[in-house]
């Protein structure tokens, strides 16, 4: 039998109302909906059903090494990085050594894990996401009448800039805002990440579109449904727009302010109906399966997920996601599009 997991809900106050009980059928319940957890994080454990009850995913399969969550955007998170695996082991074992709850408020590193993410979209998914060159900054800040952010990009360059921009408590808010931060400025009037985001790659994903985030890279999720992958990690350096613990030492400490596009890893359309995603740094894989009719699948790896975004598959409708241990088999049918995510075992 299917083993169905029951992901951990997550109610943060960005998440929408209806985009993921919708998503599974379930009743809304007039709260935010953000996230929901399919892995092993103590901060977000799924659950499943046993013979002997409802028992948490780790007392089944052990630690997961990765993490899968549906995550629907209807207002932007905060603007935040993530760490790498030595910022990570540094900064949990020095909060650990102040003494610091692991699951306090103001607990920045709340594990030992890097972050890289792969975010693949199930709906139109906007975002900030990495840095623009400074050229072309100075080029919209100039046709817009930003002065003073142009300014301080002649002056200081990049990282100076957004230095300036979130160290100072207000600033006024610059007229010309392009659309895509006319709602960030009115949650957020006269914050300084509102000069920051003028600074970066805006990037709207259409359905099936995906990109990889590498640790450092600085980003904000504006709006949209999406598939995330993940170590199992719960690490977050934010800086701007948010009512949650803002570290900016660690934001700097960890953010990567090169200017660079985001890195696509859309797999071609014309590669078949399951294709991988190329991932070289990921302590993860993820393949895409599209079922188009009754087809069988074998778990070659000792633990593996597989999530259903779209369609009924069959043993798996839309929303849900099982587990599968090496060798066991999980019988699909279609039309459905499914998510199969495993760990890298030497992670």
């Given at each position: 039998?299917?083993?169905?997991?029951?992901?951990?809900?997550?109610?943060?106050?960005w998440?929408?109302f209806?985009?993921?009980?919708?998503?599974l059928?379930?009743?809304?319940?007039?709260?935010p909906w953000?996230?929901?957890?399919?892995?092993?994080?103590p901060?977000?454990?799924?659950?499943?059903?046993?013979?002997?009850?409802?028992?948490p995913?780790?007392?089944?399969?052990?630690?997961?090494?990765?993490l899968?969550?549906l995550?629907?955007v209807?207002?932007?998170?905060?603007?935040?990085?993530?760490?790498?695996t030595?910022?990570?082991?540094?900064?949990f074992?020095?909060?650990?050594?102040?003494?610091?709850?692991?699951t306090?408020?103001?607990?920045v590193?709340?594990?030992?894990?890097?972050?890289?993410?792969?975010?693949?979209?199930?709906?139109?998914?906007?975002?900030?996401?990495g840095?623009?060159?400074?050229?072309?900054?100075?080029?919209?800040?100039?046709?817009n009448?930003?002065?003073?952010?142009?300014?301080?990009?002649?002056?200081?360059?990049l990282e100076?800039t957004?230095?300036?921009?979130?160290?100072?408590?207000?600033?006024?808010?610059?007229?010309?805002?392009p659309?895509h931060?006319q709602?960030?400025?009115?949650?957020?009037?006269?914050?300084?990440?509102?000069?920051?985001?003028?600074?970066?790659?805006?990037v709207v994903?259409?359905p099936?579109?995906?990109?990889?985030?590498?640790p450092?890279?600085?980003?904000?999720?504006?709006?949209?449904?999406?598939v995330?992958?993940?170590?199992?990690?719960?690490?977050?350096?934010r800086?701007?727009?948010?009512?949650?613990?803002?570290?900016?030492?660690?934001?700097?400490?960890?953010a990567?302010?090169?200017?660079?596009?985001?890195?696509?890893?859309?797999?071609?359309t014309?590669?078949?109906?399951?294709?991988?995603?190329?991932?070289?740094?990921?302590?993860f894989?993820?393949?895409?399966?599209?079922?188009?009719?009754?087809?069988?699948?074998?778990?070659?790896?000792?633990v593996?997920?597989?999530?259903?975004?779209?369609?009924?598959a069959g043993?798996?409708?839309?929303g849900?996601?099982?587990?599968l241990?090496?060798?066991?088999i999980?019988?699909?049918?279609g039309?459905?599009?499914l998510?199969?995510?495993?760990?890298?075992?030497?992670y």
């Amino acid at each position: 039998m299917t083993a169905i997991l029951n992901p951990a809900i997550k109610n943060y106050d960005w998440g929408d109302f209806t985009a993921l009980p919708d998503l599974l059928g379930l009743p809304r319940d007039a709260k935010p909906w953000a996230e929901l957890w399919f892995g092993t994080h103590p901060d977000g454990q799924a659950t499943l059903q046993t013979g002997n009850g409802i028992s948490p995913l780790k007392n089944v399969v052990g630690e997961l090494s990765f993490l899968v969550k549906l995550i629907a955007v209807a207002k932007p998170l905060s603007l935040q990085t993530h760490p790498t695996t030595s910022q990570a082991l540094a900064g949990f074992a020095r909060e650990n050594s102040l003494g610091i709850d692991r699951t306090a408020d103001n607990r920045v590193y709340r594990d030992q894990t890097a972050k890289p993410e792969l975010l693949c979209a199930l709906s139109d998914f906007e975002m900030l996401c990495g840095f623009a060159t400074i050229t072309e900054s100075l080029n919209r800040a100039e046709q817009n009448g930003w002065i003073e952010l142009a300014r301080h990009l002649k002056l200081g360059g990049l990282e100076k800039t957004i230095r300036w921009a979130l160290d100072q408590k207000s600033h006024k808010t610059p007229p010309n805002l392009p659309r895509h931060l006319q709602l960030l400025a009115s949650l957020y009037p006269d914050s300084g990440g509102i000069l920051v985001a003028l600074l970066m790659n805006h990037v709207v994903l259409q359905p099936g579109e995906a990109v990889f985030l590498e640790p450092g890279n600085v980003h904000s999720y504006l709006s949209g449904v999406a598939v995330e992958v993940m170590p199992s990690s719960d690490n977050v350096m934010r800086a701007a727009f948010t009512k949650k613990h803002i570290d900016m030492d660690e934001f700097f400490a960890t953010a990567n302010f090169a200017a660079e596009s985001p890195r696509s890893v859309t797999p071609p359309t014309t590669s078949g109906d399951a294709v991988i995603y190329e991932l070289p740094s990921a302590p993860f894989s993820v393949q895409r399966i599209n079922v188009k009719k009754a087809m069988s699948v074998t778990a070659e790896h000792e633990v593996e997920i597989y999530l259903c975004a779209h369609g009924n598959a069959g043993s798996l409708h839309q929303g849900q996601a099982c587990i599968l241990r090496q060798n066991e088999i999980l019988e699909l049918a279609g039309p459905s599009l499914l998510f199969r995510i495993w760990g890298d075992p030497t992670y």
